[in-house]
């Protein structure tokens, strides 16, 4: 049976200064989205990975600003900026990994903000991504949960396709998810670059082609002789 493995305890790398570009298609609309991994900076007092994803298109905006904990990959606060169609938002979100909660402020009612309860750490996609590409296996046939603040998703490792994005020929490990319908395709590589996503990412379904990669700085944590 086909499988790939994250590297080995001690040569974990990272992504910063890394910025994937897309073709999205979102709403019946097209667009472009890059995701861009800004590297350790602090949010309210606490040490963070920051990952900036934005849309846009005619007729929609969105950027999220995406405050990770550098050591599990779960969100602490994430930012959105959104105007969809003139509608203009602006959304705060609070997580609490030890109580598996996240609180939701939104800019067009503030004084009521809305918590989600959940039991367990709850993932942002984009926070999920990145862990699976520093810390996931990608066996074939396996399964795991992901806690999303409306859903639990099982994700299954379904096979190995090979397709052409950018220009270029990679062969991608699928992943789908269910209920939520969301499938991933990450690349055989060291970068584990996801080449294409679809599913419900900020305000509605959409599906993401890699248009671009510009290549990161790798830097692994430096091991003494």
Not at 53 to 80: C, M, N, Q
Request: hydrophobic letters at 35%; one cysteine or more; proline letters at 4%.
């Amino acid at each position: 049976m086909c499988f790939w493995v994250s590297p080995t305890q001690g040569e974990e790398r990272n992504f910063f200064g890394e910025t994937i570009s897309y073709r999205i298609k979102q709403l019946g609309m097209s667009g472009t989205a890059t995701l861009t991994i800004d590297g350790l900076t602090t949010i309210e007092g606490k040490e963070a990975l920051l990952i900036t994803f934005v849309a846009k298109g005619f007729t929609f905006f969105d950027e999220e600003k995406i405050y990770l904990d550098p050591k599990t990959y779960y969100p602490i606060i994430v930012k959105r900026d959104l105007d969809i169609f003139g509608n203009k938002e602006k959304i705060v979100e609070y997580y609490d990994n030890e109580k598996g909660s996240v609180k939701i402020i939104n800019s067009q009612d503030p004084h009521k903000p809305r918590i989600i309860e959940k039991g367990k750490p709850i993932e942002n996609i984009y926070g999920f991504i990145y862990r699976q590409r520093i810390k996931g296996t990608f066996h074939i046939g396996d399964e795991f949960s992901v806690q999303f603040p409306t859903q639990e998703v099982t994700i299954k490792a379904v096979d190995i396709q090979k397709m052409n994005v950018a220009k270029e020929d990679y062969e991608v490990v699928f992943m789908q998810g269910k209920p939520r319908n969301l499938k991933i395709y990450f690349d055989i590589s060291e970068n584990k670059i996801p080449v294409r996503l679809e599913g419900t990412f900020g305000f509605g379904g959409a599906v993401m082609i890699m248009t671009d990669y510009k290549e990161t700085k790798d830097q692994r944590p430096k091991t003494k002789d």
